[in-house]
């Protein structure tokens, strides 16, 4: 059973543009939900993060918009760069020290 | 934000020997750390949660005995892949849990190459 469910698996943007991947969860116990972003043979890196009190936040080109219930989150990368191209993972989380569920990643190219 | 450490980056061993992969948070302490594996173009399995001065926790289908954790301190977990075989070839990766937030931060993970 797949708890956090990603889409979508691959994407392409032109440099510039807008990126948006979509996640989706069944467990309404989870209270925390990051993103992160992984480069070739390297470890994610931890993007931006949100908790279900909020609807949004953003940091720099990154934003998370986040509806409780419609159990759905999503990353929006705006004017998207060729340094942006990566995997990344939407993953949630109960508790503080509880495992993460990953989605399953989308592969992000961004064309110069 | 918070580093953590793994080491070996990357290592090459016969089959049948041992490997010990190291964790450390480097500045903060970390009362758990969980050990992942990665398969190419596949999100991250979690194999284990490591929880300082207690045996680890590991999930269904994961071998404790090939899989050896140990979490000896606040800043160090090690995984020991004991009589490596050519199928546990994988990218491990293994992350900590930052207390104060509760925001995991990830090493840069280690491959593994067993000939």
């Known amino acids: 059973q797949q708890q956090v469910k990603q889409s979508p698996q691959s994407l392409i943007v032109q440099k510039g543009g807008i990126s948006i991947i979509n996640c989706a969860y069944e467990?309404?116990?989870?209270?925390?939900f990051p993103w992160y972003q992984q480069f070739p043979g390297k470890g994610p890196a931890l993007l931006i993060a949100?908790?279900?009190?909020?609807s949004e936040k953003k940091e720099g080109r990154f934003t998370i918009s986040f509806n409780k219930s419609a159990k759905q989150f999503s990353l929006h990368i705006m004017d998207s760069q060729p340094g942006d191209s990566a995997t990344y993972f939407c993953?949630?989380?109960?508790?503080?020290?509880?495992?993460?569920?990953f989605g399953k990643g989308t592969l992000l190219t961004v064309n110069p | 934000g918070a580093v953590v450490s793994q080491h070996p980056s990357w290592v090459i061993c016969k089959s049948g020997t041992s490997v010990k992969i190291e964790c450390r948070s480097l500045?903060?302490?970390?009362?758990?750390m969980f050990w992942y594996r990665q398969f190419p173009k596949q999100s991250l399995m979690l194999m284990a949660t490591?929880?300082?001065?207690?045996?680890?926790?590991?999930e269904q289908g994961v071998e404790k005995d090939k899989f050896l954790i140990n979490h000896a301190s606040l800043t160090l977990s090690t995984l020991t892949v004991t009589s490596a075989h050519p199928e546990d070839s994988s990218f491990y990766i293994c992350?900590?849990?930052?207390?104060?937030?509760?925001?995991?931060?990830f090493g840069e993970g280690s491959r593994l190459t067993v000939l």
């Open positions: 467990n309404t116990a989870f209270d925390y």
């Open positions: 500045d903060f302490q970390a009362t758990t």
């Open positions: 992350s900590a849990s930052f207390a104060n937030t509760g925001e995991l931060f």
């Open positions: 949100i908790r279900p009190d909020v």
């Open positions: 490591s929880n300082e001065g207690s045996k680890a926790t590991y």
């Open positions: 993953a949630a989380r109960r508790g503080s020290n509880y495992k993460l569920t």
